[in-house]
């Protein structure tokens, strides 16, 4: 969990197969157990996760109420510097078999899984 700590800036989205245009900065900042996502100068929206390494791809869990119910079920990679993480909803609860197992996104949910529906891409932040 180590290399997710620390700060990441949106470099790359991708929603539903397209490549996308983002207007506000995202940024993602990682403190232990927590993500705390903020876009241009919206409120920051803290969300748990857990992640699990030893999945192909690694599974990342983002845990959307107090009560561990509410589970969106992605996956993330840590390459050259980038962390990229894939969504197969727009953050919403799923089922876990509704994890994404590709890097891809997809329009139409007939072919989600194995691709996903958003897709960002971060750098960390210096």
Not at 56 to 78: M, W
Not at 99 to 108: K, N, S, W
């Amino acid at each position: 969990m180590a290399e997710l700590q620390g700060r990441w800036e949106l470099v790359a989205f991708e929603e539903k197969g397209d490549k996308g245009d983002f207007d506000e900065q995202l940024v993602v900042t990682v403190k232990d157990d927590e993500m705390t996502f903020r876009r241009g100068t919206d409120d920051p929206i803290p969300v748990r996760f857990k992640i699990d390494p030893s999945k192909t791809p690694a599974y990342l869990d983002l845990i959307l109420d107090a009560d561990k119910k509410e589970v969106c079920h992605a996956i993330y990679r840590i390459e050259k510097g980038e962390l990229t993480i894939c969504v197969g909803t727009n953050f919403s609860p799923n089922k876990s078999s509704q994890r994404p197992q590709e890097f891809a996104t997809v329009l139409g949910s007939e072919k989600r899984p194995p691709k996903g529906k958003l897709m960002f891409t971060f750098k960390r932040a210096k």
